[in-house]
């Protein structure tokens, strides 16, 4: 019965979805009040999608092989936290977590919404009912999670090893919340635009959900990258995927629209822009699902092959955006912009950020989505590889990084002060590092080095806007900003590190043999065989060493038999100034084991700074949280 409560609360929640979505339709047509019910409809709406949640928590956690999801991804013997996890690690689940989040998303814009006008909250609402409605129909009509078997089978498929990670239980949930966060802004700006109530009260509402998505999209493609690197055995950080490229995406538009909202609030400017950044960013997330669950992908991250599904996701994509995209061109152009602003202002220093990183998203965007309508028209399969990406998004992201550091420290609307005068110190350091690279690495790419040059210009920078005040005053958004900037300065330098020192040794060894990568002496001391819960395997041990005392080091060839699969577990050893990284593959004839070494120099300052930034948006959010319960009651039920 458990399956069968899940599919209920689905179909209930589909209904008030409905509901919902009428009462805006007939309170935009007549003066009805209809807000106080629309709240209503969707906390309960919320609350029915996750009992549906909850129901395929516990199928999977009993195991309960009638359940054709639960048979297709889990068996017996795997550990308990990947039955869990694979609950969403699967097509069916991973969209009913989506809608989920979706609906509960709306349930706490009914609660917490209190500075949008009742136009504008009824017309978000009934956005979020119709955004809603789609993934319902979807689920019910082509991807049921609640599907029976019977009979049941003795045991199931099993779950994909590469999914067996705790990644899993944190990357996927992490990435959909920020996907789903902008969902409310995407319903907000459509509620605006039905309403014409495009101004700075909305800004204010648009700009928590907007940060909130922002830190949890950083959050998730941090983690996703790290998860990558460690388990794939391939060494990299990011590859330029298609599906990696699914989330970047999202990721770039949020940024932009975080900025653009920003003046929006403050100033009451870039009201199109910011309406327009709204519809691209939940956009790009629509784009994303459909890349990942369609099928026209073949990756560990997606899931559907069913043809069917990805008609059923193309068509929910063409309504959703092609309609939002109808009511801009219909109420954009009627959009009065607030007061007007200088060229050399802090607004106009977010324009060009904005430019600059709506033309990184155009880039990616074409080269992701390139092959796919070249095969789709012709059958020819093209591949956009790194190559492309690098040489072409990696310029415009280094004037990018640039300019950060030079926006915050502009006034609004026009700028009378010599701030390059601050900016002294920063590109001294800028210049120090580059002349630094020049002696000491001559050989390195031109791009690596100018990345280490400008993160050091950056992280000096960066700090400039807490100087001159105390910055035990300063408010908790400066903070976070200061945070976030000094962040995108430490990940710049991881990536430039990376690309610039990596040293990688691919050999054969034998048993007591000794290879060299970097600084480093790496010897095979032997491989034995091991076993887990539901795996088996072949484990190297190596000893490493570098003048001091040895490191050992065991990467496994892993041999998983539900489905069957075999994975490469990777041996990373982590120090101050990099890690060394290590994976052991398929014996020779000739009693050699093969061995891929890597030694790469100050590599987790990428997660580290993806850490920072969002601890940066987390501290301005808390900031703008707390700055919000210390105004007086009355501002607050003036909007109610």
Known sequence: M????????????????????????????????????????AVVQGALTLVAFAALLIVFARTDLSVALVADNSHSAKPFIYKLAGAWGNHEGSMLMWVTILAVAGAFLGLLSRRTSQATLIGALGAQAALALGFYAFLLIASNPFARLNPAPIEGQGLNPLLQDPGLAFHPPTLYLGYVGLSIAFSLAVGALLTGEVDSRLGRAMRPWVLGAWVLLTLGITAGSY???????????????????????????????????????????????????????????????????????????????????????????????????????????????????????????????NLLLSVILGIVFLGTLYPLFVEAL?????????????????????????????GPLLAWRHERRRIFGKLKVPALLGVTALAITIILAPGIGILPRLGLTLAA??????????????????PLATWGMVVAHFGVATALAGMAANGAFTSERLAIAKPGETLSVGPWLVQLQGVTPTAGKNWTAMEGELLATRGHGPIALKPQTRYFSNPPTETNEAAIHTFWNGQLYTVIGKPDEAGGWQLRLWWKPFVTLIWLGGALIALGGAIALLGRVWRRRREPQWGRKRYA
Not at 379 to 397: H, Q
């Open 227 to 353: 998860w990558a690197y460690y388990e794939l055995g391939w060494g990299g950080y990011w590859f330029w995927d298609p599906v990696e490229n699914a989330s970047l995406m999202p990721w770039l538009a949020a940024t932009a629209l975080l900025h653009s909202v920003g003046v929006l609030a403050a100033r009451g400017a870039l009201k199109a822009w910011t309406m327009m950044l709204a519809v691209i960013a939940f956009s790009m997330s629509m784009v994303g699902t459909f890349l990942v669950r369609s099928g026209i992908l073949t990756s560990v991250h997606a899931f559907a092959i069913d043809p069917e599904r990805g008609t059923f996701l193309l068509a929910l994509l063409a309504i959703y955006v092609g309609a939002a995209f109808a009511l801009f061109a219909w109420r954009g152009a009627s959009l009065k912009e607030g007061a007007p602003f200088e060229m050399v202002s802090r607004e106009t220093g977010l324009v060009i950020n």
């Open 457 to 474: 210009y950056l992280a000096a920078a960066s700090i400039l806007p807490l100087i001159g005040r105390n910055p035990f005053r300063a």
């Open 378 to 406: 012709s059958g020819e399969k093209l591949s956009v590889g790194a190559p492309y990406f690098n040489e072409v998004a990696g310029p415009l992201a280094l004037v990018l990084a640039a300019l950060v550091g030079v």
């Open 2 to 41: 458990i399956a069968e409560t899940g599919l209920a609360a689905l179909w209930l929640a589909a209904g008030l979805a409905l509901y919902q979505f009428v009462l805006m339709i007939l309170s935009l047509r007549t003066p009805i009040e209809a807000a106080r019910t629309m709240r209503a409809v």
